[in-house]
């Protein structure tokens, strides 16, 4: 038995959609089904991927069957020079969803960006010491709340931007 949660929501997404993905490092992987899943209903992808250097550097050419793909690396060795932010902010579609996956950085970068946005979500990593909710060794505050929290293994690990502080 593993971490019990949930996963991106696709629903309601189709050819008139435009999804942004954004996704660094062991992140990157489970985008590309995200990827598939939006191309078979005919969904307009955008995918900003960050790395640390050239050789980080995973699935561009597989993400890139399914839509534009931009690739940032922290050193410049290849792509755009800097992180995924430095392709965001100058992005001037307007995005019916964002999933994203990847380091505590980018996912806090996601979350402030996409605060207020009705349909972008984080997948987080944490450690998971049972997997079940029962240790709350996974635990994230909610905004406002000095008692609330959420579990990453069994109220996530996706969760909309805004509702957890990273």
């Known amino acids: 038995m593993g971490p019990q949660g949930n996963g991106f929501d696709l629903s309601d997404l189709d050819e008139q959609s435009q999804v942004l993905l954004v996704g660094g490092g062991i992140g990157v992987p489970p985008?590309?089904?995200?990827?598939?899943?939006?191309?078979?209903?005919?969904?307009?992808?955008v995918t900003v991927l960050g790395f640390a250097t050239k050789d980080a550097v995973i699935l561009e050419t597989e993400l890139a069957q399914y839509g534009q793909v931009f690739v940032t690396t922290d050193?410049?060795?290849?792509?755009?020079?800097?992180?995924?932010?430095?392709v965001i902010k100058?992005?001037?579609?307007?995005?019916?969803?964002?999933?994203?996956?990847?380091?505590?950085?980018?996912?806090?970068?996601?979350?402030q960006t996409f605060y207020d946005h009705p349909r972008a979500y984080l997948s987080l990593e944490s450690r998971m010491a049972c997997g079940m909710g029962a240790c709350y060794a996974c635990v994230l505050?909610?905004?406002e709340s000095e008692t609330v929290s959420?579990?990453?293994?069994?109220?996530?690990?996706?969760?909309?931007?805004?509702?957890?502080?990273l």
């Open 141 to 143: 505050k909610v905004p």
């Open 31 to 45: 985008l590309l089904e995200v990827a598939k899943e939006l191309h078979a209903r005919g969904v307009k992808v």
């Open 150 to 165: 959420q579990r990453v293994c069994e109220d996530g690990p996706v969760f909309r931007t805004g509702t957890v502080v």
């Open 75 to 86: 050193d410049g060795s290849y792509g755009i020079k800097g992180n995924v932010s430095v």
């Open 90 to 111: 100058d992005l001037e579609s307007q995005f019916d969803a964002v999933y994203s996956c990847g380091a505590p950085g980018m996912m806090k970068y996601i979350n």
